[in-house]
Nanobody, 121 residues
Framework: EVQLVESGGGSVQAGGSLRLSCTASIYFGGGCMGWLRQAPGKEVEGVAAISSGGSTRYTDSVKGRFTVSKDDHKNTLYLQMNSLKPEDTAMYYC????????????????RGQGTQVTVSS
């Protein structure tokens, strides 16, 4: 089972940027990887997904602002977050799974411990 460790969270003001990283314990380039987030009192939400071939998909609320990418040689997944908004505040989780590589399917994958992102207005 792949183990995932996220890093890069923090506190920023609205309009700022953060880059999250996720290191996998084994090569998982053949499957789907992505990011989830969970805000206090809210359900987990799939944010972004990337396929083995590098195709990406995003939930509507982050399109044009977030970019998911990966480096298979380093077993590392990234999430570049620009133009951050207070509503992006959440715990962000890296996830890996087999199947359809969509943000909504990301909820079914293994996930790490998470990294907190806080955006102030």
């Amino acid at each position: 089972e792949v183990q995932l460790v996220e890093s890069g969270g923090g506190s920023v003001q609205a309009g700022g940027s953060l880059r999250l990283s996720c290191t996998a314990s084994i090569y998982f380039g053949g499957g789907c990887m992505g990011w989830l987030r969970q805000a206090p009192g809210k359900e987990v939400e799939g944010v972004a997904a990337i396929s083995s071939g590098g195709s990406t998909r995003y939930t509507d609320s982050v399109k044009g602002r977030f970019t998911v990418s990966k480096d298979d040689h380093k077993n590392t997944l990234y999430l570049q977050m620009n133009s951050l908004k207070p509503e992006d505040t959440a715990m962000y989780y890296c996830t890996a799974w087999w199947g359809y590589c969509t943000p909504s399917d990301a909820v079914f994958g293994n996930r790490g411990q998470g990294t907190q992102v806080t955006v102030s207005s």
